[in-house]
């Protein structure tokens, strides 16, 4: 059964009784092959596999579609979080705020960076930041005294931008910088904007399961400053100046591939397509789940990028084992909060954080890619009320 929006017609739809992916890559590659093939014998011809002339085509073409000011590719998504706050000048004593429950990147890049993460309780609804509690947290952090509140990181989880609204009116007020964690969520939108263009500064990854990824690690910081853009140049090479060879300020290694550029700018000539088909599946999982089960809420003028797309499922152990005796596969992001996490356990005492414990126990991601068929996502739902109801 095919789907009614026109762009969907401009990719392949997998038959109804094709195995369920999570995620379908190959389906993807198998229509831009020839082109990443003539792509990767160009480098291979120019030998700049490092920083090349794709790489300088990728931050331009990714600045012209989000528009961002500036593109500055990195090695990781990981790396396109540290940077910034290396840039910022976090150091002992800073404190970064972030959401509990994320990917556990959020908080190493604060650690790495030499600040401290404050950890942020969730809206229940969206999974992202909770405003509210972002206020509590910052005003607790300044009547203690030891730490000194410098940054918001807010993360996009499972595609939704978070209320940067609300974040960014809580900045101002306490003239804090924000950087957009995006890596989930390329191609969504608030208010009109695109995520790479709505916080000041945004970071993404091109982890390949991402909705815009490439075949390896990478990233890219998505900026409204040029000069901080300039600054990031420098620090992913080492911190030098522009002959690569005198350190003129504290860096590291986050140069990217140009091959990673090169599949992620394949990509991109499929990307209106493939957006335009998550967001098609998605209404029909919402038309489906509605009133049956908890799904992730939108604010007024935002647009999920639905890079998953992520349910509350009591007995979501069971749930996912029926599930997966349908031959239907499913994904749990994440099973545990940050602060539940050894390595960050000295940031918050267990049962702190209620939303991002309950999210922990209870979120289930369901198969999203633009090659779903009606049919498929039809039969994830079947078994998953079926399951929900047994």
Not at 133 to 156: F, N, S
């Amino acid at each position: 059964m095919a789907f009614s929006d026109p762009q969907s017609t401009d990719l392949i739809e997998l038959p109804d009784d094709a195995p369920i992916q999570l995620f379908d890559l190959k389906t993807q590659q198998a229509l831009i092959r020839p082109a990443l093939e003539q792509r990767w014998i160009d480098i291979l011809d120019h030998g700049r596999f490092i920083g090349g002339p794709e790489v300088t085509e990728c931050e331009a073409k990714l600045a012209e579609v989000t528009g961002a000011t500036d593109v500055v590719a990195v090695g990781s998504g990981t790396q396109a979080l540290v940077m910034p706050l290396l840039a910022m000048g976090i150091a002992e004593g800073d404190a970064v705020f972030i959401p509990g429950f994320t990917y556990n990147a959020t908080a190493n890049a604060v650690l790495l960076s030499g600040g401290y993460p404050v950890i942020v309780d969730i809206d229940p609804a969206t999974f992202n930041m909770d405003p509210a509690d972002l206020v509590r947290k910052i005003e607790t952090v300044k009547a203690e005294g030891k730490l000194t509140p410098r940054a918001i990181m807010p993360v996009d989880l499972y595609g939704l931008p978070a209320d940067y609204s609300a974040i960014q009116a809580v900045a101002d007020a306490h003239d804090l910088r924000v950087i957009a964690d995006g890596a989930q969520a390329f191609g969504g939108k608030d208010q009109g904007r695109w995520v790479g263009n709505i916080a000041e500064i945004t970071a993404t990854s091109f982890y390949p399961t991402k909705s815009l990824g490439g075949y390896g690690d990478g990233g890219a910081i998505l900026c409204q400053d040029k000069d901080f853009a300039e600054r990031m140049r420098s620090i992913r090479w080492h911190g030098t100046g522009d002959n690569r060879k005198e350190s003129v300020r504290v860096g590291i290694n986050g140069r990217c591939d140009s091959i990673q550029c090169a599949v992620v700018l394949e990509k991109l000539t499929l990307f209106d397509a493939e957006r335009a088909r998550r967001i098609a599946a998605a209404a029909v999982y919402h038309e489906r789940l509605s009133g049956k089960i908890d799904l992730q809420v939108a604010l007024d003028g935002q647009e999920n990028g639905y890079g998953l797309y992520t349910v509350r499922v009591p007995n979501r152990d069971n749930v996912r084992a029926k599930l997966s005796e349908a031959g239907i596969p499913s994904g749990i992001y994440y099973d545990m909060a940050i602060h539940q996490m050894p390595a960050f356990a000295h940031l918050a005492e267990p049962g702190s954080l209620p939303n991002c414990e309950a999210a922990a126990d209870v979120s289930l991601s369901l198969p999203m890619h633009p090659y779903l068929s009606e049919g498929q996502i039809h039969k994830v739902c079947d078994t998953l009320l079926a399951a929900i109801e047994a």
